[in-house]
């Protein structure tokens, strides 16, 4: 018994085994697997390494965004001129990533609470019995108003009629506001920040530049009217209706050369809105919201009502970092080793199952020994099958 312990500990301490090798001499064997070998290593080096970057390891930014509108408009409605800062026509105004521009609106004025007639079209009625109270939204006190033939309602009066947008838009100067983006980025596995104001960017090429995909792409200064051509939009129509535009900053960045080389590129796509005049059959169309300013006047409050009509900028910030690392690079590099048995397996298969010699060729690569019929003293030397 110790013996055999002995034996098989020292079998597997002293001992080493090896696949046994059968050269085979086939063409069409042998171009099988040079073609199958070429493949998988095309696929390493062409699509792991060059086009994945498979040496690399990666990191995704965490971003902020800082914006800031600037322009004035002008308007005369009624013979009333008004001006308009930025402070008049960014919703929300404290410079986030997502906000409105104001570009038309229907205003009305003077608005308290009380008990008005509806717009004609609205509640129609021929008499009282035709306004019980709450069949609508609108709370309605039952009475028909027999001059307009609608029905009272308890709200905001006079109630806004919003069934004409102003055509051109009111604020059409808004085409030449300026939009400033502020970007700063960081990728915290590579210990890396990097702001869109890069290297080259002072604060007199910031005064005077004006963003342009191919004279100034870096200048983080856009023209709205020029974010709008961009994305696809037509200004004079989306400032009419409202619409939805994307900014993305891109920040793609290869980390193993020099950290300057790390910049944004900027990129406008329209989101929702009249992209090419071609939703004018959908059932809603545009971007608007409803937003009103309260005061008290004789000690009555009242508000002003502004249906905005606006071009909302989402500004969306994309990273990516990429920077050489040993271990995903190992691990290409085995997946790919690995990749190379398909060719022996596939060429196995052709050899053992699909030649006319499939019977030779098994013969030479397979040896059967029969341990029964072996002498004793070669025993421990022998296997079952041998490879």
């Known amino acids: 018994m110790k013996s055999h312990i002995s034996n098989a500990l020292s079998d597997f301490f002293f001992e080493y085994e090896t696949p046994r090798q059968v050269l085979v001499r086939n063409r069409r064997v042998g171009i099988v697997c040079r073609l199958i070998q070429a493949g998988v290593l095309a696929y390493i080096i062409g699509w792991v390494f060059i086009y994945e970057k498979g040496y690399q390891s990666t990191d995704i930014a965490v971003s902020s965004v800082f914006t800031k509108m600037k322009g004035v408009g002008y308007t005369t409605i009624n013979g009333e001129e008004k001006v308009w800062d930025e402070v008049d026509y960014v919703f929300p105004p404290q410079g986030d990533s997502s906000f409105v521009v104001m570009t038309n609106f229907i205003i009305t004025e003077g608005q308290k609470i009380g008990k008005c007639p509806e717009l004609p079209g609205t509640l129609d009625c021929s008499s009282d019995a035709d306004c019980e109270g709450g069949r609508f939204k ?25 069934r004409n947008i102003p055509d051109p838009a009111l604020l059409m100067s808004a085409e030449n506001y300026t939009l400033f983006i502020k970007n700063s980025v960081t990728f915290p596995i590579f210990d890396i920040s990097r702001s869109n104001l890069v290297e080259g960017l002072d604060s007199e090429y910031i005064s005077k530049c004006l963003h342009d995909p191919k004279d100034a792409p870096l200048c983080p200064i856009f023209r709205l009217g020029d974010i709008v051509k961009l994305s696809g939009f037509n200004f004079e129509t989306i400032a009419k209706v409202g619409g939805a535009i994307g900014i993305v900053i891109d920040w793609t960045c290869n980390l193993d050369v020099d950290v300057k080389h790390c910049r944004p590129t900027y990129s406008f796509h329209g989101l929702y809105g009249n992209a090419a005049e071609t939703d004018k059959a959908r059932a809603s169309v545009g971007y608007n919201f409803r937003y009103a300013k309260h005061y008290l006047e004789d000690k009555v409050q009242k508000r002003t009502l502004l249906k905005v009509f606006g071009i909302r900028l989402d500004i969306i910030v994309k990273s990516l970092a990429r920077k050489f690392d040993i271990i995903p690079t190992l691990t290409a590099i085995g997946s790919g080793v690995g990749i190379f048995g398909v060719a022996t397996v596939v060429c196995d298969l052709v050899l053992l199952y699909l030649l006319p010699k499939r019977a030779y060729y098994k013969n030479m690569k397979f040896k059967s020994t029969d341990s029964h019929k072996q002498d004793p003293d070669s025993e421990a030397c022998s296997t079952v099958t041998e490879k």
Do not use: F
Not at 138 to 159: D, I, Q, S, Y
């Open 138 to 162: 609108r709370h309605m006190t039952g009475v028909c108003v027999k001059a307009n033939k609608t029905c009272e309602v308890l709200a905001w009066c006079p109630v806004e009629d919003d």
